[in-house]
């Protein structure tokens, strides 16, 4: 059954830091997202892509926040300079129904900012 | 503003049992509602949706009852077995917007 991949599945840094995380979405999808989820909490929209741009973003998602889809298979996240309260583990998620509906996740990476 | 939470933080229920999930939700523009599994260590999985022109929906295992006039939503699962403990949220979206947005989660134990 096809799956959503993320990489690495721990990503620790530093404070001030740049980090990118790395997604391969469901192949015929069009619809891409990433979230976010603090300690067992709450999963938090950041930001969904389609047709090669955002369609739309939550007020987490800032100016250190970015996505790329740089070829036709990859998605990333980038946050510029990390902070303590980055640290969460990050889900990127596809769709191929109409506006997103049925998502699909992968299994997250934990990211550690210290 | 947006929201969507749930009544009971946790829940256990004896194997065999049927088990209830409840759900509010406060945005009277989302006709679209999720339920998702999440096992420890995985992403959300989707279990079942339902629209708002919709009262009921069933799967397998699994029954969504969406009363749009409380505006609550419930998750419904027959003869709950161990491999149905995780955390379940409730999510909704709107038509013509790309987010979901979770509600907080109940953890479902269930006794052996």
């Known amino acids: 059954e096809p799956e959503v991949t993320q990489t690495p599945s721990h990503q620790v840094t530093q404070m001030g830091q740049e980090v990118i995380l790395r997604c391969v979405p469901i192949s015929n999808h069009l619809y891409f997202y990433w979230y976010r989820q603090i300690l067992g909490q709450k999963v938090e929209f950041l930001v969904s892509f389609y047709n090669n741009e955002i369609s739309e973003k939550s007020e987490i998602f800032d100016d250190q926040f970015s996505v790329e889809r740089p070829d036709g298979s990859n998605f990333t996240l980038k946050i510029r300079s990390t902070k303590l309260e980055d640290s969460a583990m990050y889900f990127c998620?596809?769709?191929?129904?109409?506006?997103?509906?049925?998502?699909?996740f992968g299994s997250g990476t934990q990211l550690s900012v210290l | 503003g947006e929201s969507v939470g749930l009544h009971l933080p946790t829940l256990s229920v004896q194997e065999g049992d049927n088990s209830i999930i409840n759900c509010a939700y406060s945005n009277s523009a989302s006709d679209y509602f999720i339920w998702y599994k999440q096992e420890s260590g995985k992403g959300p999985q989707f279990i079942i949706d339902?629209?708002?022109?919709?009262d009921k929906r069933q799967g397998q295992r699994v029954t969504v009852l969406l009363n749009k006039t409380v505006k609550h939503l419930s998750l419904q699962i027959a003869a709950t077995q161990p491999g149905d403990s995780a955390v379940y949220f409730c999510?909704?979206?709107?038509?013509?917007?790309?987010?979901?947005?979770f509600g907080a989660g109940t953890r479902l134990f269930v006794k052996a």
């Open positions: 999510a909704e979206k709107r038509s013509g917007g790309f987010k979901t947005i």
């Open positions: 339902i629209r708002s022109n919709m």
């Open positions: 998620a596809s769709s191929g129904d109409r506006e997103g509906e049925k998502l699909f």
